[in-house]
């Protein structure tokens, strides 16, 4: 089983930054792929970003393409996301989630086999 949990939400204005990290715990050996996805109130979870497991590919929402980097160390078996210039739009609760499978990261959240609890984010305009 892997355990992952996420740190780094809060409240920040329009324009600031954000680091969120993803701490994996458990048979992090059997993760590969990492993604994060929000989901805001009264709407479905939607993809934001995923990056492979060596870190050479990672793909983004065209929403947050230029705003938002996605990162990993696996010495320290942590992914990160760091949100910049951040809009009322982005306030939602975002979750990191690892697959288990080997392969390219995926935008689709049924790819994904193990999830956080969410750490939230407010962004006040």
């Known amino acids: 089983q892997v355990h992952l949990v996420e740190s780094g939400g809060g409240l920040v204005q329009a324009g600031g930054s954000l680091r969120l990290s993803c701490a994996a715990s458990?048979?992090?050996?059997?993760?590969?792929?990492m993604g994060w996805f929000r989901q805001a109130p009264g709407k479905e979870r939607e993809f934001v970003a995923a990056?492979?497991?060596?870190?050479?590919?990672?793909d983004y929402a065209g929403s947050v393409k230029g705003r938002f980097t996605i990162s990993r160390d696996n010495a320290k078996n942590t992914g990160y996301l760091r949100m910049s210039d951040l809009k009322a739009e982005d306030t939602a609760v975002y979750y990191c989630a690892a697959d288990s499978q080997f392969g390219p990261p995926s935008i689709d959240e049924a790819e994904y086999d193990y999830w956080g609890q969410g750490t939230q984010v407010t962004v006040s305009s």
């Open positions: 458990g048979r992090t050996a059997n993760t590969s792929a």
């Open positions: 990056i492979s497991w060596s870190g050479g590919i990672s």
